[in-house]
């Protein structure tokens, strides 16, 4: 199942994606939710970020393709970016000020369902309602330079999200691929993380409460690539569907 959030005619909804038809739902999937009857057009709505989170997590270093020389860590390394950073899905990433050097990294997301605290990997798993493409897009200079992360990873529209959060798969065997203006920047499974999702979710519930509709970027593959305006960045997962966001200065 697909479920979406959107916005038509100024109303906004939560709906089940089918090929090109958005099924309204009354509520929302995090608590309780019917089917209404109305049926939209995929091609009229303007698909909006999946989820409205209290906090954004974020994990580094997660896959050994993107450590480097650097030692695989012994425990998911969790920074914390901002809810305001969200884009919708063909939202613009606005390159800012200060820090030409911006890079897109494409990631699995995860999105919470229940109220998650001190849970197991089991428990964490049980937690999850599915996962969706995201771009965990960082200001590369800042992020050295700054003694937080708040801006390198936290700017306005540095999280693109979306397009849909999708439930039943394995999450821990997706193919996941960024392109840049159609050419391929990232492609791995994530099957090939150091960490998998359940126990990011889990370790971060040891010390963070996390609610219903939270979100935890399960981190990126490979090497990066810097952004500048004008190009095109998408983000494809098996399973899920494309995100696709524009470059703006």
Request: proline share 6%; hydrophobic share 40%; net charge negative.
């Amino acid at each position: 199942m697909k479920f979406v959030r959107y916005e038509l005619n100024g109303k906004v909804a939560y709906g089940i994606l089918s090929d090109d038809t958005i099924r309204e739902l009354e509520g929302d999937p995090f608590t309780d939710y019917r089917e209404t009857g109305n049926e939209v057009s995929l091609a009229d709505a303007k698909l909006l970020v999946p989820t409205t989170p209290s906090k954004v997590l974020a994990v580094g270093l997660n896959y050994r393709s993107h450590l480097g020389s650097a030692p695989a860590p012994k425990n998911p390394e969790i920074f914390i970016k901002t809810p305001s950073c969200l884009l919708d899905p063909l939202g613009e990433i606005v390159l800012p000020d200060g820090d030409d050097n911006v890079h897109a990294e494409g990631e699995l997301v995860a999105i919470i369902k229940n109220r998650t605290k001190g849970a197991t990997p089991e428990e964490a798993a049980a937690n999850i309602l599915g996962v969706t493409c995201g771009n965990d897009v960082s200001a590369r200079t800042w992020q050295s330079d700054d003694l937080q992360w708040w801006r390198a990873k936290g700017s306005d529209t540095f999280g693109p999200l979306g397009p849909a959060i999708a439930t039943g798969l394995d999450y821990d065997n997706l193919q996941l691929e960024t392109r840049i203006n159609g050419d391929v920047a990232q492609s791995q499974t994530t099957a090939d993380l150091i960490f998998p999702v359940s126990a990011i979710i889990s370790f971060i519930s040891q010390a963070i409460t996390l609610e219903p509709g939270d979100v935890v970027y399960t981190g990126t593959p490979g090497t990066t690539t810097a952004l500048k305006a004008g190009d095109v960045v998408e983000v494809e997962i098996e399973g899920i569907g494309l995100l696709k966001n524009s470059v703006t200065a």
